[in-house]
């Protein structure tokens, strides 16, 4: 894997010197209804965005329908303390039979519509709808079979690294190129809903760049847009944030998704962030302030004056615009007399005095 190398979608490209690859992901914010799901993907393609994303599940492939205490989300979460694991899947999920409608509305937008598969059958349902790139939920990073039957479609991944310990990655990367994927990029992520700037670990992406030579990216689950525009800065080539059309119609992941207009003030300030930390350093005059060069300050002839008039602060002043003889120059020329008549708002040099 080669981290100076893009990869190559049909619409987009991924990598360093690219822009970034914002990937607004819907998950359950349809709330069950078809309309409200393909009013999102309308809404996404005002935004800039670059790629709209779903996932590929049902309770049923995900896990079972039990009340165990496993199988429960702890009372102490935000969002979902409490809840049957098999129920909020059910309420979440996308429907498969929508998923063809979603991608086509999001091709026809100049989208890139993909979506995270979680078992064999759903990677096969998704070939057969011909994306071209895969992205994995943190929660499966530890699931190499699963990573390998994604890997071997030969198309490029995305994967979340949320929880994972180091090593865990190391394995998870190993797995997927020895599969036969050649195109890899890492999301640093924090696997909480919604996740506290506090643990956000921004500092990972240059750690997983250095450690295994592929681009690396955000998925971002804290509120507002600020530790994803900081990644974008620190270099993250793609960036994945939930959308929905309005928090307060509710849903699942309403209360850490961001809507449209925000989402589209991410798409710009995020390849700001970008744009401003790749021009490098150096120092002068850029194109852009060649303009502005001839606001300098230096010293101009600020009252009419005659020839034999000596220059003081009075008739010589340092102003702006450029022109005349530097500031710095009014010591070696103060008291020399003028050698001509001059004008107010001449710029004062050598050959007038």
Same mark, same amino acid.
Request: hydrophobic fraction near 45%; glycine fraction near 8%.
């Given at each position: ?22 990937? %607004? ?53 935000? @969002? ?11 309420? *979440? ?41 895969? #992205? ?18 030969? #198309? ?37 809903? &919604? ?34 525009? *900081?990644? %974008? ?26 809507? &449209? ?11 700001? %962030? ?12 850029? %194109? ?25 602060? #009075? ?6 615009? *450029? ?8 010591? @070696? ?21």
């Amino acid at each position: 894997m080669n981290p100076a190398r893009p990869i190559k979608l049909s619409r987009s490209s991924i990598g360093i010197g690219h822009p970034v690859f914002t990937i %607004a992901e819907m998950s359950g914010n349809h709330n069950g209804d078809i309309d409200r799901a393909l009013s999102i993907v309308d809404a996404v393609a005002t935004t800039g965005a670059s790629a709209l994303k779903i996932q590929t599940y049902t309770a049923d492939t995900l896990t079972i329908d039990s009340d165990a205490p496993a199988f429960r989300i702890g009372k102490g979460h935000e @969002l979902w303390g409490g809840r049957n694991l098999y129920s909020l899947y059910e309420e *979440a999920h996308t429907p498969w039979e929508w998923h063809e409608p979603i991608f086509m509305r999001a091709r026809e937008h100049g989208l890139v519509p993909f979506s995270t598969p979680f078992d064999p059958s759903s990677i096969e349902f998704l070939e057969a709808l011909g994306v071209e790139i895969y #992205k994995t939920a943190s929660a499966e990073i530890v699931d190499i079979p699963l990573l390998r039957e994604i890997a071997g479609t030969g #198309k490029p991944m995305i994967v979340s690294t949320g929880m994972a310990t180091l090593s865990e990655i190391d394995a998870a990367v190993t797995a997927i190129s020895n599969a036969g994927c050649s195109d890899l990029v890492l999301l640093a992520c924090t696997a909480a809903y &919604p996740a506290s700037p506090d643990e956000a670990r921004l500092g990972n992406i240059q750690a997983l760049r250095d450690a295994f030579g592929v681009p690396i990216g955000l998925s971002d689950h804290s509120l507002g847009i600020g530790v994803a525009v *900081a990644a %974008a800065a620190l270099g993250a080539v793609a960036i994945e944030k939930h959308v929905t059309l309005d928090r307060m119609d509710g849903g699942v992941d309403a209360d850490f998704s961001l809507t &449209p207009t925000e989402f589209s003030t991410l798409v710009t300030a995020s390849e700001q %962030a970008r744009a401003a930390v790749e021009s490098g350093v150096s120092f002068g005059p850029t %194109a852009e302030e060649q303009a502005v060069l001839a606001l300098r300050r230096s010293l101009f002839v600020v009252e009419d004056v005659r020839s034999g008039d000596a220059v003081t602060a #009075k008739n010589v002043r340092s102003i702006r615009p *450029a022109g005349g003889l530097a500031p710095d120059d009014f010591d @070696l020329v103060a008291g020399r007399p003028f050698t001509q008549d001059v004008r107010r708002g001449t710029p004062l040099t050598w050959d007038l005095i």
